[in-house]
């Protein structure tokens, strides 16, 4: 079987381990980005995205392991990549005596083509003054500066490192709808978050990491189908807590929270595997108000970044 080629993943990235003295700070990490995806790049703070992201556009140079942007090693050829690739830091340092019409010719300017019909209309879209000094804008504004340069860019990879930081709810709707017109064109997206709805409203692939190494990757439904279901029932409490001694015995445990003796209601995750055999017990309770809800990302994520707080 053939290896994928660039056309097919803008980015693949195979056993990357960065390390700052004794400090593996990426670990391993294989990433793999489709053409044509919207992948999500999950982690806290300090989990290791920011420093994958800077490896991949050749601004870190990779202790070990294989990294190709395009097709591109950035390590030797950072410029190309930065001019095919629209890139947008978690931190954005303007040169705060420009005006934003003065911004985006310099990032044009560097990238080498520009797309000015395009860029015109997103200045409207995203309700930016560019005849303002970078100095007097918000950290909303200066943010709207970079979405307007990465998506006016006539590039076919985007790299957002929380690219709605400081944006009102009526921005980020702004900002998602450009995410999913960018992936319509055929452009391919990474976008590195911790805001998980916002990865779960937009993204077809997602990866996780932790401490510098991927804990989970793949499609979004594939994910979720592996999480647990949350199962709730509604009935007395007699017959809830019998329920309750029952599943116990079968290695569930509904949740203390939840199995409140006044509340009449009782809830516990379950893992798909096991779902068959709980509706089962659950029925032959006699109990009918049942319902079986979907797994969500955030649902994935904290089984990752559970926090005992015993």
Known sequence: MSSPTAA??????????????????????????RRGSIHGFLGPNGAGKSTAIRVMLGLYRATSGSVRVLGMDPGRQPAEVTRKVSYIPGDSALWPNLTGHQVLDVLAGLRGARD???????????????????????????????????????TEL?????????????????????????????????????????VERLCTDVTIIKDGRVVESGTLSHLQHLAAVEVTVHDDDETLTRLAATLHARGVDPKASAARPAAGVLDFPVERDLLPQVLAEVAAAGCTDVTVASASLEDLFLRHYEVDAR
């Open 158 to 198: 985007l790299i957002l490192d929380e690219p709605t930081s400081g944006l009102d709810p009526l921005m980020e709707q702004v900002f998602q709808d450009c995410v999913k017109e960018a992936a319509a064109e055929g452009r391919t997206v990474l976008l590195s978050s911790h805001i998980l709805s916002e």
């Open 8 to 33: 097919e993943t803008p980015v693949q990235v195979t056993g990357l381990v960065k390390s700052f003295g004794s400090l593996n700070a990426l670990d391993g990490i294989d990433l793999t980005v």
């Open 116 to 154: 000015k019909s395009r860029e015109t209309e997103l200045i409207e879209r995203f309700s930016l003054d560019p005849t303002k000094k970078v100095r007097s804008y918000s950290t909303g504004n200066r943010r709207k500066v970079m979405l307007v340069a990465a998506f006016s860019a006539p």
